[in-house]
């Protein structure tokens, strides 16, 4: 394997950009961000590899490539038909993630007590569980693509090294955007919920949803929650209003996207076409 993979990674460079040259249809980007989410389309029956590891092939041939907020090296994507092999570039470009420093922070969120710690772990494992279970093939976000599920100013973007109360905490894994308690929160693309919990103790009320090819969004804080495990929702409804429960200053939604365990962010995905 590692011989084709060399083989067809130089005819790249005599092909570059002339994808009619091969007849396994492949459709991918020649760039991408840190933090960005790549969508690519092939045939439904090809095997799709990054790094060795398997991707999920909807039904009409879509998948997903999450780009790390860390990563530091190019995409090497391997594409593999029962006729044909081929290997593609994707360039990966640097983000210049800033660093947000907050006080005042109740001291029980930024370090919590051995008690709330085993909370906080088995809270986590709920979230992990969403993100690496089973993800639904059919890539309910394709059609529409995602709109920003409450109208407001970004207040904390993604990425951000994030210190708390002087301490150095992971990096901002979603987006914060500023609005008023009770405000209403409406579903950025089509999906299934698949995780209602009223009480986490850092993230509070928090609601999540599966777009499809394990891209998964994550509400926090929410002060109510209008939908149930296993709904399907579509683009515009009504899910949640926003609140401040859990580790919050003050209202506002906090809106992740992952694309299987690999957070990445949302404004770039907002009124992006995926077709
Ligand atoms: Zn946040």
Known sequence: MTKWIGIWALSIVFF????????????????????DLIVGKTEPTAEVRVKGKRQIVGPQ???VLPVPRDQKTDFLVTVTSETESLSYIIRILAYPWRTQKINGLSKKYVTPPPEQQKRVISDNHKVQNV???????????????????VNGTVTSPFGLNRVLNGKPKSFHSGIDIAAPLGHPVHCPADGIVRLVDSDMFLMGKTLMIDHGLGVTSIFIHLDAIAANTGDLIRQGDLIARVGKTGRATGPHLHWGVSAGRTPLDPQRLINREFK
């Open 16 to 35: 570059w950009g002339s994808t009619a040259a091969w007849s396994l249809d492949l459709n991918l980007p020649k760039t991408a961000y840190q933090g």
């Open 61 to 63: 041939g879509y998948f």
């Open 131 to 149: 993100r690496g279970d089973h993800p639904y093939p059919v890539p309910f976000f394709v059609r529409k693509g995602f709109i920003k599920p």
